[in-house]
DNA sequence: GATGAATGAGGATTCATTCAT
DNA sequence: TATGAATGAATCCTCATTCAT
């Protein structure tokens, strides 16, 4: 395996970096292809009803290629969020990365949650993605996956906006949040036009109103402090 | 799986509405079986993953029983939903009715949480039914079913809270109200104990804070008017 | 479950123990069928080979229905094997049982293996169970049972006709003495005629070759005592 | 399998047998690489369930590669037989080969079985070669070649044991021997320790009384005093 | 009504083999 | 040569639903 790599390999002699990827440039379109393919067919039927034939089939490919990119079906829709995870993270940048304890919390959810509704508009297959075959107790692996930073996201940005409150708190805080958001993305999906727009308004005010109090202490002087 | 055995047997012509309802008792007490079968099959396994072979032979009964009283999948879970209904109603009160303007705020979501959320702790199939294989747009039937009907409640009582909001606003407040709602249990329901209890704190707080700068002016007057 | 039976059932009431089997019986047939099917496609492909599907396909059924009746294949050449175990018992009778120690060793061997040849002749299928997939170290189970049985069978004879040997010693033999049988049979299988005559043959020597030295001295008086 | 590879190409005309030589080598490498990876999942697998793919993972290589230098799975098998056989050969010299006539048959077949468990002890991949996926009739190629090559040789190390038995009492008693010498490889290599050793004694026991009364009258007088 | 057998298309996944590069 | 992508039929098995009894 490593001695055929001394064979200086006299047709493209440029692209030195790219020689042991050579190969894998079909291979790396394919990949995108069938995760294409995933986005759309767990946009249309939804991850649990989504079939790797029919992935394979939507992607105009044989079952057995897709299988020699991803073991099972789980493993598909862990790298397509990750993927997605990275492509919101570099489209809309820090959308929910910590922020300025200055920054009017109205204005930072506001930010928020319009770029986050902005990308899964753009990319419905993330909502795809956080709709598994949920049983309360038992999450997928994919799940988790996403949840998991999202949450994490949350949890920091949630920790600069409330920054005397104990991790735990944080953590439940970020759970409630994310819950919402999910919750709200559903409504604002099932919308168009200026309903939708409603909608987006509503999510806002909700994460707003139940935020606000939290941080009021530490931010400004709020005559109504409500801490449970 | 006893009580059949009560049956009188042929001998009592004269009362004919009585043997038609001696039927009727069994198919019933079948139908009872089966959708409290159903409704552990989809708690232990979700709604998509169940198999109506396995909830007939969870209700101990042969397949094609099971399709003597319900024509497919669906029409279990839609029936299920239907007396689930019923039977929150029943149990809980009206829990969910409009209630005097004179309550306050707190006092009257607090209310409809808890009922709710212990409704849903005792039948944790409620949940599960909620939870179909969600796709953004299409909703399945029993979904619909069960979340119409839910829908309709909260917006009486949202009606009786906010009197003078137009009814589009009244049913995208309900929306959300339920989609909070629903994002909260499914957290409420992965926690136990006192994390439980934060978290069911932690839904009203989101849901008053929502509702009350609503109410606001039209209950009573408060000094942080807050509209967006 | 249970009460439905307390109809009296008016259609056949001399039968009363057939009557829980009634619908069984043609369940009871297609298991028949399928095991023949399963006996004819391990013969003719090997146990490893036979599919599944290819055994419902020799039955003329579908999958689903091979499924009804077993959990997988292994449970087929179980089955399959267990039957045949009996089947060999009831029509040759105690080939294998514990013979009189005053039985002339070559009489008590021959016997055996000619009965076992003539069944395994009729029943081809039974050296077919007895091939699995072998890896030496590990046995499948179906394999096990089979040979399990077997091996037992051929303990107690040989504690028969070698009383006092330890019974690790009795089982090493039975082990070696089963595994010449088998070995031979592959031979007389794959022959015919006078050629099969002669292996079948050529078997019994080897056996009796084998076992006569060892039960010598218990049997009767041999010039040529050779315990190892 | 490797002389093709001698074909000179249309470059080179002066030192024709180097440069194709140089290929050779690496190809040699590659193929005793390719064989050494079907060994070590032949016996790790068995060959039935033995993947191309696995073996050229293990490997190291592509599939492909594995294709270039084997048309499929059983000619890799075969030359894997045909190599093992080789290095039985050279490695531990003529175990099978026809012996002095003096030579007492004890010392003889304890030699050939010692010798032949030793092989196969060290190289367990000839036994997996042994046991294809054998349906009685019809037996596989690669395992032909291999059986045919051990039958051959215990022909004729039979023929100097037996000389005046015809061929086909030669040929039987042969497979009858190498039968049962399977059978027995299989009971040794699935013990260990002083239960394996057991078991190759009871192998040689089984040979030697077997063959010893046909060798009788005509190798020596032996009043067959036989102490292992 | 009830039973259990039957269906058959469809699920995920594998694998020997071929092909473009 | 070597690679790795591609194939597609075949694997085992499931399931909603129907049917004969």
Not at 2 to 30: F, H, I, L, V
Not at 105 to 113: C, R, T
Not at 146 to 154: F, K, P, Q, S, V
Request: glycine share 6%.
């Amino acid at each position: 395996m490593s001695e055929e790599r001394a064979e200086p390999g006299t047709q493209e002699p440029e692209e030195a970096k790219d020689r042991p990827r050579r190969r894998q440039a079909r291979g790396e379109r394919r990949i995108a292809q069938l995760l294409e393919a995933a986005a759309s067919v767990f946009c249309t039927t939804g991850y649990t009803a989504a079939s790797t034939n029919a992935i394979a089939r939507e992607a105009g490919v044989s079952p057995g290629t897709l299988y020699q990119f991803f073991p099972n079906k789980e493993a598909i829709a862990i790298e397509l969020g990750s993927r997605l995870m990275h492509e919101m993270r570099e489209t809309y940048g820090e959308a929910l990365a910590p922020v300025d304890p200055a920054t009017p919390l109205e204005e930072a959810i506001g930010a928020a949650v319009d770029r986050f509704i902005a990308f899964n508009c753009e990319r419905p297959e993330f909502f795809a993605l956080m709709h598994g075959p949920d049983i309360p107790g038992r999450v997928a692996e994919q799940h988790d996956a996403l949840h998991a930073t999202l949450l994490n996201r949350i949890e920091g940005l949630l920790a600069s906006l409330l920054p005397d409150r104990p991790p735990a708190d944080i953590t439940r805080v970020a759970q409630v949040s994310l819950g919402v958001y999910k919750a709200g993305l559903e409504l604002v999906l099932a919308h168009e036009g200026a309903e939708r727009d409603a909608y987006v308004q509503e999510i806002k005010d909700v994460l707003i109103r139940y935020l606000e109090p939290m941080s009021a202490g530490t931010r400004r002087d709020h005559p109504w402090i409500h801490t449970p």
